[in-house]
């Protein structure tokens, strides 16, 4: 029998038309005579949809007809229920409109690639790729995840945070505090966004200013990075689990300013032009590096990858000083644009064949998993005398 995989896509999100991007590249290559393909998109205000319009990119050009043409369903926060139901049921109860073996997330950004919906799926017990609650919460955070890298020994860029609470009462303190730690020029990112999205550079604290709010829009945790200016940004792709790994070759993605935008991953550098997710990005492939530094990023890579314990694939992207020829780890996307197909092309390893390994690790997770203990049998509400208290007890 063919695995029925649930590919779930889109979400509350400022990523959410890339998700679709990526969901729709996965399902043409998920290998048909082993997958049935139940396609579940999140809109951006939360609700599930199913139905084999959803894999058409061309449909989300008027996105009203397209969801009146679906199937609003949900999965039920039951732990061991994989089913999908029809939202509404019938006159004889729930519909089941499938049967899940596994979740294949292609979600992108906050409240998506965030632990949020790993969480979820966590709860219901049932497998699904990439990585878990853990490692996609502190793989988003920026913040986390350079303290985590620091204390790891791995290198990252000198960086300082604050809270958006903090800016709004004084701005100038906040920029006082900044300039002790950092000097400019810097880079304001929010801290739990991806694909470059908030993103501004500050040469001066006017234009610091100016790009914490901006990015303060976009979230309440805000890092502010020094800015390597002879900067050449190296990316890297892992596929496996903590604690069995391997790398990609590297890329060296092209940029048509001062940092990579959205247009620039996205669009070719053009605001005009189709998207192919990361695949639209002009890219150096393999990238033409020194000797030495190949392997260096590839080791880097997978130790950062252990470090955080990731699942299935993630890519890793670096910073090289040309300067001092330095290099960095920037930050890691634990479900990343395309899920990083053109990087194991270019190492051998063609899309499905990628696809098949990822489900086959969430498949092994999930047994894994399955053999830890949550239930220790006892009961202690058995040894409360009439009366007693919890209190009483200790831990």
Same mark, same amino acid.
Request: charge should be negative; proline fraction near 3%; include cysteine.
């Given at each position: 029998?063919?695995?029925?995989?649930?590919?779930?896509?889109?979400?509350?999100?400022?990523?959410?038309?890339?998700?679709?991007?990526?969901?729709? +590249?996965?399902?043409?290559?998920?290998?048909?005579?082993?997958?049935?393909?139940?396609?579940?998109?999140?809109?951006?205000?939360?609700?599930?949809?199913? #139905?084999?319009? &959803?894999?058409?990119?061309?449909?989300?050009?008027? &996105?009203?007809?397209?969801?009146?043409?679906?199937?609003?369903?949900?999965?039920?926060?039951?732990?061991?229920?994989?089913?999908?139901?029809?939202?509404?049921?019938?006159?004889? #109860?729930?519909?089941?409109?499938?049967?899940?073996?596994?979740?294949?997330?292609?979600?992108?950004?906050?409240?998506?690639?965030? *632990?949020?919906? +790993?969480?979820?799926?966590?709860?219901?017990?049932?497998?699904?790729?990439?990585?878990?609650?853990?490692?996609?919460?502190?793989?988003?955070?920026?913040?986390?995840?350079?303290?985590?890298?620091? *204390?790891?020994?791995?290198?990252?860029?000198?960086?300082?945070?604050?809270?958006?609470?903090?800016?709004? @009462?004084?701005?100038?303190?906040?920029?006082? @505090?900044?300039?002790?730690?950092?000097?400019?020029?810097?880079?304001?990112?929010?801290?739990?966004? #991806?694909?470059?999205?908030?993103?501004?550079?500050?040469?001066?604290?006017?234009?610091?200013?100016?790009?914490?709010?901006?990015?303060?829009?976009?979230?309440?945790?805000?890092?502010?990075?020094?800015?390597?200016?002879?900067?050449?940004?190296?990316?890297?792709?892992?596929? #496996?689990?903590?604690?069995?790994?391997?790398?990609?070759?590297?890329?060296?993605?092209?940029?048509?300013?001062?940092? &990579?935008?959205?247009?620039?991953?996205?669009?070719?550098?053009?605001?005009? @032009?189709?998207?192919?997710?990361?695949?639209?990005?002009?890219?150096?492939?393999?990238?033409?590096?020194?000797?030495?530094?190949?392997?260096?990023? +590839?080791?880097?890579?997978?130790?950062?990858?252990?470090?955080?314990?990731?699942?299935?694939?993630?890519?890793?992207?670096?910073?090289?000083?040309?300067?001092?020829?330095?290099?960095?780890?920037?930050?890691?996307?634990?479900?990343?644009?395309?899920?990083?197909?053109?990087?194991?092309?270019?190492?051998?390893?063609?899309?499905?064949?990628?696809?098949?390994?990822?489900?086959?690790?969430?498949?092994?997770?999930?047994?894994?998993?399955?053999?830890?203990?949550?239930?220790?049998?006892?009961?202690?509400?058995?040894?409360?005398?009439?009366?007693?208290?919890?209190?009483?007890?200790?831990?």
């Amino acid at each position: 029998m063919k695995t029925k995989v649930g590919l779930l896509f889109g979400g509350r999100s400022v990523e959410n038309e890339i998700s679709v991007v990526t969901a729709v +590249q996965t399902s043409e290559s998920l290998d048909a005579d082993r997958y049935e393909v139940v396609p579940i998109y999140i809109s951006k205000q939360g609700r599930w949809y199913t #139905g084999d319009g &959803l894999l058409k990119v061309e449909n989300y050009r008027d &996105l009203t007809r397209l969801l009146a043409s679906s199937s609003e369903v949900y999965m039920k926060p039951l732990y061991g229920d994989y089913n999908l139901y029809l939202n509404g049921g019938g006159l004889f #109860g729930d519909k089941v409109v499938a049967t899940l073996d596994v979740i294949l997330p292609t979600l992108h950004g906050t409240n998506c690639e965030d *632990g949020t919906v +790993q969480g979820v799926l966590a709860s219901i017990g049932i497998p699904f790729v990439g990585c878990g609650v853990l490692a996609s919460a502190n793989g988003m955070d920026k913040i986390t995840m350079k303290m985590i890298l620091r *204390g790891c020994g791995i290198p990252v860029v000198d960086y300082f945070w604050f809270n958006d609470k903090s800016w709004y @009462a004084d701005r100038d303190k906040v920029a006082d @505090a900044l300039e002790k730690t950092l000097k400019y020029p810097v880079i304001v990112k929010p801290a739990n966004s #991806g694909s470059s999205v908030g993103i501004r550079p500050a040469h001066n604290r006017e234009e610091f200013f100016e790009a914490a709010e901006y990015a303060c829009t976009f979230t309440t945790r805000i890092i502010v990075e020094r800015l390597i200016t002879a900067l050449k940004e190296v990316n890297c792709s892992v596929i #496996g689990n903590y604690e069995e790994c391997e790398a990609s070759v590297c890329e060296v993605p092209q940029r048509s300013g001062e940092i &990579l935008t959205y247009e620039d991953k996205y669009k070719g550098g053009g605001k005009g @032009a189709k998207s192919k997710g990361m695949r639209s990005t002009k890219r150096e492939l393999p990238a033409k590096l020194a000797d030495g530094e190949t392997e260096y990023i +590839q080791d880097l890579a997978c130790r950062t990858f252990r470090a955080l314990s990731c699942d299935g694939v993630a890519r890793i992207d670096f910073m090289k000083d040309e300067d001092d020829r330095r290099i960095y780890v920037n930050e890691i996307n634990t479900i990343p644009g395309s899920l990083s197909s053109y990087l194991w092309d270019a190492a051998g390893l063609p899309f499905d064949k990628a696809i098949d390994r990822l489900i086959d690790i969430a498949l092994a997770r999930s047994r894994e998993e399955s053999f830890k203990i949550t239930d220790f049998g006892g009961n202690i509400f058995k040894d409360l005398g009439k009366g007693a208290r919890m209190g009483k007890f200790s831990k």
